[in-house]
Nanobody, 121 residues
Framework: QLVESGGGLVQLGGSLRLSCAAS????????MSWVRQAPGKGLEWVSGINSGGGSTSYADSVKGRFTTSRDNAKNTLYLQMNSLKPEDTAFYYCAKGKSDTGWGLYNIDYWGQGTQVTVSS
């Protein structure tokens, strides 16, 4: 199970930190991703992190503003979002990878229920 939290309404330029609590699988053995879906648009992969947390990757749209991290002792994934823009408004999903490395939409085999992030201008 993946349960996201931390979403909400924030003003342009503000920050939010999303959390994703994992259970039911060996969290430390799998890469994890964040994926978002804006209103009326398709899924967009946002960021990925390998099982150990030592390697990360980001979509160009969020690079330099978002940081993903994980605490394997707490079975929790994080997404720190800074300098938020209205175009970051979306439903954000935490997603489990198929192996210890690799990310992208085709490397996901389980999704959380998501949390809404709204950035006002």
């Amino acid at each position: 199970q993946l349960v996201e939290s931390g979403g909400g309404l924030v003003q342009l330029g503000g920050s939010l930190r999303l959390s994703c609590a994992a259970s039911g699988f060996t969290f430390s053995s799998y890469a994890m991703s964040w994926v978002r879906q804006a209103p009326g648009k398709g899924l967009e992969w946002v960021s990925g992190i390998n099982s150990g947390g030592g390697s990360t990757s980001y979509a160009d749209s969020v690079k330099g503003r978002f940081t993903t991290s994980r605490d394997n002792a707490k079975n929790t994934l994080y997404l720190q979002m800074n300098s938020l823009k209205p175009e970051d408004t979306a439903f954000y999903y935490c997603a489990k990878g198929k192996s210890d490395t690799g990310w992208g939409l085709y490397n996901i085999d389980y999704w959380g229920q998501g949390t809404q992030v709204t950035v006002s201008s």
